[in-house]
């Protein structure tokens, strides 16, 4: 893409004026919390260095202590030119940091962000001098169930499926020069019907400043070849507009328009550009995709097609980083051996990734479903911060192509009474209709896994490991499982009391999670198998069961790699594969049952 630079933070949203704060900051505990009290932003006490944006739990931090500590600061200089000062404000930005977040520059207060996956940002113009300035940061975690957290530990050693905790700053923290006049966002949403991409702009202008002599303008391209140029003016803090995109380029697409899908993931360019009186005076460089995802019947379509999901569970853990990539290059090779395996899609676990990588899935072609960091403890405390931080992540990620999917819940966690309780019912429906309030056309998945209430999807998760019994409990019971019977050992039922399926699509979302035996070390689902044949027999018959299942429309398979105690992945934590993935992709490509009428 035109606007990509290696290692930007957010490639949707580009201009040049940047600088990557990643890399050594001073750093110190404050076990006592009495960093506030006694000034840390003043005169800082820390006696140690981290490396950003790695966590001080991780081997790549330079720091590795795994033991809880609630409360942490940071501090680093960084230089600022006075005289770009005076044409644009100065922004720091985070893109994740856990769970609250307090920044002091100079020694003076500059704001604060809850919240440990969403991105946010601080205009520190203001409090900013010529030259050398120091900033300071403080982020406070806990073991609270209330707050949204994923697959973070609450107690002080990993048990089942939670991994050590995260603490502080774990995504890049970057700075950039922003005019004064500028765009802060645009929301592109793709219109097969009409040829066009709608966009939904907000302008930093003072009000003073709107009006004919200002303008918005669009430029798209394909390829190096142009499409088309629109104007907007500038009469108020927020714009709508469409801008065509139908052009006949034979030498490149004969239909008007080139349409993404894994198979075959064009993008196309497009420019901002604000313009006052004939003179820019912000840019911006993005890409977007025309594609269109939605339902018809028990049906999942792409662009009017059919589509058949082969998706895999991806935690995104690395061993010396957690939750952080160690590197854009880590995101590209997870992303590349997911298609070496066979699989078009993933199904991003807990976790909110790096945009660098959302960025790599539109560019390649992989279908990405957005999960979020769940709570487990389900308050009026929990609500709102789910709430506000959900649909955080949605506005943040609305724009990527390869998200198809949005699963706000995951079985029942945070939520654990909603096949029977009306208040966590309501909470659940507000969330979905809040999700289709700003998107109305992705897919939104409650609760993934069983006990639905409003859901575009049902999603069943089940782990039984013999083929022929899996494939009997689906074809012989499917009215029992699509009421509200119960459909595996777990006891669970695919509905919440009081809902019933409506005809949805139905996909199985996990599965398999098979283990080799290693001396007890480590756990996967069912019995661990002795060797790579018997790894590949079994995979290959819980596989193909699934895919005969005659009104099943996709899978996804637990897991992508190992994650510290759960070894239960194709690939171990540092991305070696177990078995052939050759082999696995013939498996999961192999045409067999409901998939035939896909081809």
Known sequence: MKCYRKDYPRPQFVRDNWENLNGTWDFGFDDGNVGERERWYESFPGDREIRVPF????????????????????????????????????????????????????????????????????DITDLLRDGENELTVKAEDSYDLQQPRGKQRWMNENFACWYVQTTGIWKTVWTEYVPKLSLAYVKMTPNLETLSLELEMEVDVPENRMGPDLMVETVVSYEGEFINRAMTAVNGSRLETAVSVFRQMPHLFESGIKTWSPEDPALYDIEFRLVENGNVVDEIGSYFAMRE????????????????????????????????????EALIEDIDKIHQLGYNGLRKHQKTEDERFLYWCDVKGMLVWSEVAAAYRFTDYAVCEFTREWMEIVKQNYNHPCIITWTPFNESWGINRVETQREQQHFTEAIYHLTKSMDKHRPVIVNDGWEHTV????????????????????????????????????????????????????????????????????????????????????FDEITTAVKEIPYVCGFCYTQVSDVQQEINGLMDIDRNFKVDPEVIREINERRVGYWRSYQ
Not at 87 to 108: A, C, M, P
Not at 303 to 319: A, E, F, K, T, V
Not at 465 to 493: F, M, P
Request: hydrophobic share 30%.
């Open 455 to 538: 859901s575009d999807i049902i999603t069943l998760h089940d782990y039984e490991e013999a083929g022929k019994i899996l494939a009997a409990r689906y074809t012989q019971y499917k009215d029992e499982i699509l009421s509200t019977g119960v459909y595996h050992c777990l006891h669970k039922s695919a509905m919440a009391n009081g809902y019933a399926y409506q005809g949805q699509p139905i996909i199985i979302s996990e599965y398999g999670g098979i283990a080799f035996n290693n001396d007890d070390s480590g756990w996967g689902y069912g019995n661990k198998v002795e060797s790579k044949e018997d790894f590949v027999k079994r």
């Open 293 to 328: 995802i939605r339902i018809d019947g028990p049906n999942i379509l792409l662009n009017g097609r059919p589509l058949y999901q082969r998706l895999i569970l991806d935690q995104g853990y690395w061993r010396d980083s957690h939750l952080t990539p160690p590197s854009e």
């Open 55 to 122: 966590t001080y739990e991780t081997k790549k931090s330079g720091i590795g202590d795994e033991t809880r500590h609630d409360n942490v600061w940071y501090r680093r200089k960084v230089r600022v030119d006075g005289g770009r000062l005076a044409q644009n404000r100065y922004i720091i930005h985070f893109e994740g940091s856990d769970f609250v977040t307090k920044l002091w520059v100079n020694g003076r207060y500059a704001g604060s962000h809850r919240g440990g996956y969403a991105r946010f940002s601080f």
